[in-house]
Every structure is written in structure tokens, then in C-alpha cells.
């Protein structure tokens, strides 16, 4: 009659690791789902906002953005351009970029633009642009010709000069480097 009651004490240790292992991979899995929801509520929050954040991967907007960072945009449907505008682009299908590309606006319909003035500046309306942003080698090293941004597109180009794929580039390789408004998908308002 004694031996029914005994219950040996390794069946009760392995039920026990049995109940914590399970309690360790609910709480796993509720962290990860936790994780997941929050992860996709970002998303939401941003989608419900009218935003969109993108991961930079080209050093075409260094110093002022530089690979690694992630950006948040405000869509747009309906873009105005302003010079200096830093945006998401849809590049024209014949610049042959893979996916959204991210520069600045440095010419808006009507303006007139050139590179470069006696000091490597680029010319605004015949006048040196102020390029803060363009760091310590802020002159264009790829000179252009005169070019006027006609009505419904702009003139974009990378903060860094030198390694940015911009109007600049595809004006020389293509005869027409501007980029159709409608293709301004979002603009950046803080970096």
C-alpha cells in the first residue's frame, strides 16, 4: 500500500521543467507578437499620417543624411516645389534607378540653373546658391550648361556632389535630366 503513494521525485522535476519551458516559450512568444504589433503599428501610424519612412542606402545625401539612417517623408499627391526641398523621388523610368530615390530640389519650374561661377558655386537665377548643406567640398565637381527647369518639373541634385546620380547626370547621359513633379512622392521635413 505504500508503494501507490510514493511518486518518485524525478517525475515530478521533469513535469516541472516540462511547465517552465512551457511558460518560457509562451512569454517568448508573447514578446514576439508583442514586437510584431508594435513593429506594424509603426507602420500603421505612419501609413494613417500620411507618412512613409525610408532606409537611406547611398551616401548621395551625405553630410546632410548618411546611409544607414531612416528618414520619415510626407506623402504627397500634389507637390509645390520649393528650391532646397529635401524629397523622395519615383525616378523617371529611363534614369533605370531602382526604386524611390531620395535628393534635393535645387531647381523649380521657371528657374534658371548653372554650373558653375568663378568659385565652383552653382547659379540660381544667375545668382551663387547658398549650399550650407553641401559640407566642406560643396562645389559641384560636374559642370552644366544653362538650363531652364521647365513648367511641371525640377531640377534635383545629391547634397554630395561628387558621388550623387542626380539632373546633372542624367541631363549629360540622357539630354534631359529634370523629374516630372507627379514624381515627387514625399518630402523629408526633418532629417
Known amino acids: 500500500m505504500s508503494d ?3 511518486i518518485p521525485v524525478n517525475i515530478v522535476f521533469r513535469d516541472r521543467q516540462a511547465i517552465m519551458s512551457a511558460v518560457t516559450r509562451a512569454r517568448t512568444l508573447a514578446l514576439v507578437l508583442l514586437t510584431a504589433a508594435l513593429t506594424a503599428g509603426c507602420g500603421l501610424a505612419y501609413s494613417i499620417r500620411g507618412q512613409r519612412a525610408f532606409d537611406v542606402r547611398s551616401e548621395s545625401m551625405a553630410p546632410t543624411i548618411q546611409p544607414g539612417t531612416r528618414v520619415v517623408a510626407d506623402l504627397v499627391d500634389h507637390y509645390t516645389p520649393r528650391t532646397g526641398d529635401i524629397v523622395v523621388i519615383q525616378p523617371p523610368e529611363k534614369w533605370g534607378a531602382n526604386g524611390p530615390v ?5 531647381g523649380i519650374p521657371g528657374s534658371t540653373l548653372k554650373c558653375c561661377d568663378a568659385n565652383g558655386k552653382v547659379l ?4 551663387p546658391l547658398l549650399e550650407p548643406y553641401t559640407g566642406l567640398n560643396g562645389n559641384a565637381d560636374r559642370y552644366f550648361d544653362a538650363v531652364t527647369v521647365p513648367s511641371g518639373r525640377v531640377w534635383v541634385m545629391g547634397d554630395n556632389r561628387e558621388l550623387a546620380l542626380d539632373s546633372r ?3 549629360r547621359m540622357l539630354g534631359d535630366g529634370t523629374v516630372p513633379v507627379e514624381n515627387v512622392i514625399g518630402v523629408v521635413h526633418s532629417e
Do not use: Q
Request: hydrophobic share 35%; no cysteine.
Open 169 to 171: 547626370s542624367y541631363r
Open 124 to 127: 540660381l537665377d544667375d545668382k
Open 102 to 106: 531620395l535628393t534635393r530640389v535645387i
Open 4 to 6: 501507490s503513494l510514493r
